[in-house]
């Protein structure tokens, strides 16, 4: 049976996201996640996608990216994935013993002001959620909490973000 086509209307945001196969460990040690980081900052160099927020968890990712056309964001996300199983099984000695993804990555469109903000405020929330951290900001791995200079170079929102954005990720 043929794969459905992605739903990837021109001048909006989405939410990306995928885990790994049978809800397995992604990320397995810290360089882990920067090798990951370093991944998406060599992706950025390809193909045209704003990235407006993130955050790497144990056993999966999300991001919120703004492709600059509809081919952009399957590009992106394909070069991405693909290049992250690769180092991941060499770096492992897993070449040939399966899945690292459960599936394809997901994507669900957002249309409104209101859908961007939950969202961004969602993914950025996950390790605190999660009980990794006691503030948001504290995850190293996010879009929130990044140190200076490290990862993929973030996005200007296409609307002004809450002056006290780190309030409203960290509030119930």
Known sequence: MARRCRLLPQGYAHHVFNRGNKRQVLFREPQDYLNFLALMVRAERRHVVGLLAYCLMPNHFHLVVRPSTA??????????????VRHTQRRYGTVG????????????????????????????????????????????????????????????????????????????
Not at 71 to 84: D, K, N, V
Not at 101 to 122: E, F, G, H, P, S
Not at 136 to 160: F, H, K, N, V
């Open 71 to 84: 081919a952009e964001l399957p590009a992106y996300m394909h070069w991405l994935t693909s290049t992250h």
């Open 97 to 172: 013993e399966g899945h690292l993804y459960q599936a394809r990555y997901k994507n669900i469109v957002i249309i409104t002001d209101l859908q961007l903000i939950t969202v961004c405020r969602y993914v950025e929330s996950n390790p605190l959620t999660a009980g990794l951290v006691s503030r948001a900001e504290d995850w190293p791995y996010s879009s929130l909490g990044r140190p200076s200079g490290i990862g993929p170079t973030l996005a200007d929102w296409p609307l002004p973000k809450p002056a006290n954005w780190a309030e409203l990720v960290n509030t119930a």
